[in-house]
């Protein structure tokens, strides 16, 4: 399941740059995770680094985009495939 960033998020600017699919972007208040793009890192890292870095654990399962490990490995393989055809 993709992840997202709750209103407790204090846009420290931590995050986006650990997200391996550049999944995370500086939303109009807070920042905000594209589902379409997370992975929760599978196929990149063992654990979400969002989550490791965020000093409120603010980021959260998203209940709305619920995919289990394999599906989150066929998306890596999708944007991995879109990436370098680019």
């Known amino acids: 399941m993709a992840l997202f960033i709750t209103e407790e998020c204090i846009n420290c600017d931590i995050c986006e740059p650990e997200c391996p699919n550049a999944a995370i972007s500086q939303g109009e208040d807070i920042y905000v995770i ?19 870095v965020c000093p409120v654990d603010c980021i959260l399962a998203d209940p709305n985009c619920q995919e289990t490990p394999d599906e989150l490995l066929k998306k890596y393989q999708k944007l991995i495939k879109h990436a370098t055809a680019a």
């Open 34 to 52: 594209n589902p379409d793009q997370c992975t929760e890192c599978v196929g990149h890292y063992e654990t979400s680094q969002c989550v490791e």
